[in-house]
C-alpha cells in the first residue's frame, strides 16, 4: 500500500516546488515507508511514498510509459492485472515491470477513462495525461482507498490523507462549521465533506477530471439494483460461496507475507476459514483482547477457538483497557478525523501486533451492510407502527421511562430515537448518529443552529438514495449504508488505522462481484425471521463452529461508559467545559455542560454523546490550535504484551 500526492494546474506552467511536494509525501511516510519519488514538469506535480507489496525490485513511482507522455501515481491492489496484462500485451504493449501499477498505464493508453470499468480491486490514483494537458484521478467502487483533494483558482492539490495537503502552502488550516453539524448529526463525515473548509472527499466510484477546463467530479460506478437473482436459495448459497472464495484467492497475491485480523466473529471467521482452505499452509492470524475492571479478555476465546479449528498460527495482544486513552490525539491525527469509533483503538493495535509479522492482512469489513447483519435493520420496520401510537404515550411515558431506566437499556433509548423520525434519512442516519433531531438542533451554538436548517444534515445521504431506484425498504437502508456509513467511516477507520502501522489491509467482502451479488439476492433472505445475514450463515453453516455461527453481532467492546465515570472523567469535563471549547461556535456550552453533568452524576447515559463531542474538541486542538504544517504526529504509547 502506498501514498500518493502532487498539484495540477488548469492552464499554467509553472513547476511545482521539490521542496513543497517532498513536505506533502513526508506527511504520508507511515503509508509508504519503503520507497519515496517525485515527477515535476510545467503544470503538475506527482509524488509517491510505497509499502512494497508487489513486484519488490521494481514497481518505483512515479511511473512513465514508453514515451513519457503519461505518469501516474497509484494507491492499491488489481487483483486482475495479470488477466489484463495478457489482452494488452497482446495488443502490442510491452511492460518494464510486474507491476500492477504499470498496467493502469498501459490500460489507459487502450481505453481512456474507460479503464476504469476493467479494474478489479481496491485503488486511489492519479495519472497525468501530458497529450491533452488532463489530470484523471479516481477512486475505487467502494471507497476502500481513500482520495482528498483542495481545489483553487489555478488547479488543485490532491493528496491520499488531508495532512499531506495541510503540508501545501496554499491550502488552509481551517474548520468548516457546517460540517462539524454533520459530524454531529453522523458522527463522522459523509463524501465529499471534510471538518476543513475547502477540502474534499472523492467520493467512492468516483473520478475526478481536471484540465483547461476546470474541475469536474464523475461518478463511474454504483450498485447495481435492478439484475435481480432468479435462481433458488440453494443455489444463491452455492454461488456466494464461489464468489467469496474467488474473491479470497485474488487477494492472496502478494510478495510479502500475509495474515488476517480475527475477532471470532461471523465475518472474519468466514475469511480465515477460506485462506486456510486456499492458503496451502498455517495461516497468521492476529486478535487484541482487554482486561478491565470485571476482568474479562473481550472476544480472545472466541478467536482462539476458530484459529485452532483451521490449525492458524495464531497471535493475540492483551491490554488493559485503562490505558486505551492515551491513545486518542495521536489516532486523531493519523485519522484527520476525529475518531468516530472508539473501536479504532483496538483496530490500531492489533494492525500494530500484526505489522510485527506480516504486511498484508485479510479482514471482514463489509458483511454487515451487504447481508443486513446490524440489529437496527430488524428494528427499522416498527418505525410506522410505531408513529402511529398516541403522542402522549410516544414522547411522554414511553420517552420518560426510557430516560429513568437503567444504563443497559441504552439501546432501547437510541431505538426510541430512531423510530420516532418519520423522515427515511433522518431516521437512517439515527441509528447511529451522534445527535438527531431535537437533539442536533439542541446541542448546536445558537448562531450555527440558525443557519442550518434539518434537510441540511441529510443531504449527503439524500443524494445517495435519489440514485436508488428500488423501492424494498431493506435494500434501500444497505445501499445508503454501503455510500455513507461503510466508506466513510469503517473503511476510513481501517485504512487510517492499518495505514498507521504501515499494514496493507485487504476487504474480500467488498469485492465489487460480492457486492453486486447480494444486492441481487431477495431482502429475506438477508434479514430471515429477524435474523441478520441469514444467507451468508447458511452458506457457511458446514464449515464453522457453531458458536460462530450462533453469536450475535459484538465488534470490539470498548469500555468507554467506565472511562468517562473514572478514567477520563476529570479530563472530559475540563476539555469540554473549557473557555476555548465553549469559544469556538460550534456548540451551545449550557447543552454541553447539562450532558456532561448528567452522565457523570449517573442521571443519563450519553456516552455516545460525549465521545462524539470529546473527540470533535481534540480534533479541533490538534489540526486547528496545532502549530503551522507539517504537522508531526504526536507520539505513540507502546503496547502492553
Known sequence: MCGIAGSFEFTGERVPDAAVLERMIGALSHRGPDDSGMHREPGVGLGFRRLSIVDLAGGHQPLANEDGSLHLVFNGELYNHATLRETLERDGHRYRSRSDAETVLHAYETWGPDCLERFQGMFAFALHDRQHRRLLAARDRLGIKPLHYAARPT???????????????????????????????????PSPHTLFRGIRKLPPGHCLIADREGLRVERWWNVPLDEPFEGTPEEARERLVELLEQSVRDRLMADVPLGALLSGGLDSSIIVELMASLHGGAVKTY????????????????????????????????????????YMRPLIWNMDEPLVEPAAIPVFLISRLARETVTVVLTGEGADELFAGYPKYGRDHLARPYGRLPRFLRQGLLRRGLDAAPFPLRRLRVAERSLSLSGESERWASWFAGFAGEGRGAILHPDLGARLRDAAATAPLDAWLALDGTRDPLTRMLYADVKTWLADDLL????????????????????????????????????????????????????????????????????IDRWFREDLRGFVGETLLSERAAGRGILNPREVRRIVDQHLSGRRDYRRELWTLLNLELWFQVFIDAPAPPLEAPALPVAAG
Open 155 to 189: 488547479g488543485l492539490v490532491f493528496a491520499s490523507e488531508i495532512k499531506a495537503l495541510l503540508a501545501h502552502p496554499e491550502v488552509p488550516r481551517e474548520a468548516d462549521p457546517e460540517a462539524a453539524a454533520l459530524y454531529l448529526t453522523y458522527r463522522y463525515l
Open 287 to 326: 486478535s487484541v483482547g482487554f482486561t478491565g475492571s470485571q476482568g474479562n479478555a473481550s472476544e480472545l476465546p472466541f478467536a482462539r477457538r476458530v484459529a485452532e479449528r483451521v490449525g492458524a498460527d495464531h497471535h493475540e495482544l492483551v491490554m488493559a483497557d485503562h490505558d486505551l486513552p492515551a
Open 492 to 559: 476510513m477507520k481501517m485504512d487510517r488505522m492499518s495505514m498507521a502501522t504501515s499494514l496493507e489491509a485487504r476487504v474480500p467482502f467488498l469485492d465489487h462481484r460480492v457486492v453486486a451479488f447480494a444486492f441481487s439476492l431477495p431482502a429475506a433472505w438477508k434479514l430471515h425471521r429477524g435474523q441478520g445475514k441469514w444467507i451468508l450463515r447458511e452458506a457457511f453453516r458446514s464449515r464453522l463452529h457453531p458458536d460462530v455461527l450462533a453469536r450475535p453481532k459484538a465488534g470490539f467492546p470498548v469500555p
